[in-house]
């Protein structure tokens, strides 16, 4: 298969994915998901009439004779107020039937049995549904979930949310050299892919269930892959997407029946990327073992995938590119920068081997093979937090 142009590759990417089911999950579970379905008030906000001030509930002019006392969750006075008299109230408590204005403490003159005070007509009482009535949509279909949102549906009597779910991602790390913990030992390199992907692909939409290592060889590889038969939706396997020697992924995707959809892309770093369907419908994306080529293609590939899985859509953004760049004879280069007022600002140490260039930048800026100075498409990167 050629290798296909950096934007076909992304358009390919997303249009081998089909959204997933709408679910119910619990509410901590929905963060950063989007609405699947419009989110109604189940009850009113607040539910009953209740005070908004600690003082006095009152009914007619004062002064007025103290009855009794109703705290916030506490039992509700049980009889309706007549004129002239009060009960003592928190904020968020219920007043009593022929309540009229709630006097608070600081306006209240109190002593033996009675109060007096300002009287002004329905100050201070919040009636029933009067922030929120209930039944009312306060967002739509495909909002995301913010953390706000999240108390706002549980205001709303909410214990679970009607989400488009999350892909679950499995990750493998492939290599007899990679290794996971302390210093890499002579021929060792640590695995610098499986740390930034869980967050990658939590900030695409998607969530990584497990980052499992593999040594080298197609057997493991093939067992791996059909171990998570029907688990996770995507399977990511890192360094074994070349055409070397330890380097079966084509090979064990043959033969587990996999339709390969993109086999090579035009793009430096990360020419050596691929997705594939596996006759049960996972994705299987493979990412080179260079780890900025890794993120190169994680972005390409990856990415578009689980945006069009977890229905949120990518964020486009345009610059101009401060300063020459180098271009590439017939691929897409992505160059690590940083915005700024000026546009974006190249930051350098951009070798295909190395993070470093990467961790300094906000965004990788988009140079295809022609570009002659124009504005420039810039993918950003995953912010921290
Ligand atoms: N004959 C060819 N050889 C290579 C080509 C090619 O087109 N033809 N492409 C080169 C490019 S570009 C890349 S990128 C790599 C991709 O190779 P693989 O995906 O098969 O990865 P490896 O060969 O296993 O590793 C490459 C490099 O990265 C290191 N590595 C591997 N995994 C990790 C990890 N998890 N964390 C950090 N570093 C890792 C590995 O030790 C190697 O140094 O192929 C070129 N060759
Ligand atoms: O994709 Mo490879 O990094 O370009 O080295």
């Not at 009794?68 to 007043?95: D, M, Q, Y």
Request: charged share 20%; glycine share 14%; hydrophobic share 45%.
């Amino acid at each position: 298969m050629e290798a296909i142009s950096w934007g076909s590759a992304r358009t390919l990417a997303a249009g081998a994915a089909c959204p997933l089911k709408p679910s119910s999950v619990p509410l901590r579970e929905a963060l950063g998901c989007r609405l699947a379905a419009s989110l109604c008030a189940l009850v009113p906000v607040p539910g009953v009439d209740v005070s908004a001030m600690d003082g006095y509930a009152v009914a007619g002019p004062g002064p007025w004779r103290v009855v009794g006392r109703v705290l916030a969750g506490g039992v509700a006075h049980g009889r309706a107020l007549r004129a002239g008299e009060a009960v003592e109230i928190a904020t968020g408590a219920p007043v009593p039937e022929g309540c009229e204005a709630v006097l608070p403490y600081e306006r209240a003159e109190a002593g033996e049995g009675r109060v007096s005070g300002g009287f002004e007509r329905g100050r201070h009482v919040r009636r029933r549904g009067e922030d929120i009535p209930e039944g009312t949509v306060v967002l739509g279909a495909g909002a995301v979930v913010t953390p706000v949102a999240l108390g706002l549906a549980a205001a709303l009597g909410h214990d679970t949310l009607l989400v488009r779910p999350r892909p679950k991602v499995l990750v493998l790390v492939t290599g007899d050299e990679v290794v996971h913990e302390g210093l890499p030992g002579a021929g060792r390199v640590r695995d610098a892919i499986g740390p930034f992907l869980p967050g990658l692909v939590e900030w695409a939409g998607g969530r990584v269930t497990e980052v499992g290592g593999l040594p080298d060889g197609a057997e493991a590889l093939r067992t791996a892959l059909n171990a998570g038969v029907g688990a996770p939706d995507v399977v990511v396997v890192c360094g074994a997407s070349s055409r070397g020697p330890a380097d079966h992924l084509r090979s064990v995707l043959g033969d587990l029946g996999a339709e390969v959809i993109v086999d090579g892309v035009a793009v430096r770093p990360g020419h050596p990327q691929l997705l594939a369907r596996l006759p049960d419908g996972r994705l299987v994306v493979g990412l080179p073992g260079n780890p900025f080529a890794a993120l190169s293609a994680a972005l390409t590939l990856l990415a578009p995938v689980l945006r069009e899985l977890a229905g949120t859509p990518a964020p486009r953004e345009t610059s101009a590119l401060v300063g020459p760049v180098r271009t590439h004879a017939s691929d897409t280069r992505l160059v690590p920068v940083r915005r700024s007022a000026r546009g974006a600002v190249q930051v350098g140490h951009d070798r295909p081997g190395s993070l470093w260039g990467a961790a300094l930048a906000d965004a990788l800026a988009v140079v295809p093979p022609d570009w002659s100075g124009e504005q420039i498409e810039l993918i950003e990167l995953p912010p921290g937090g």
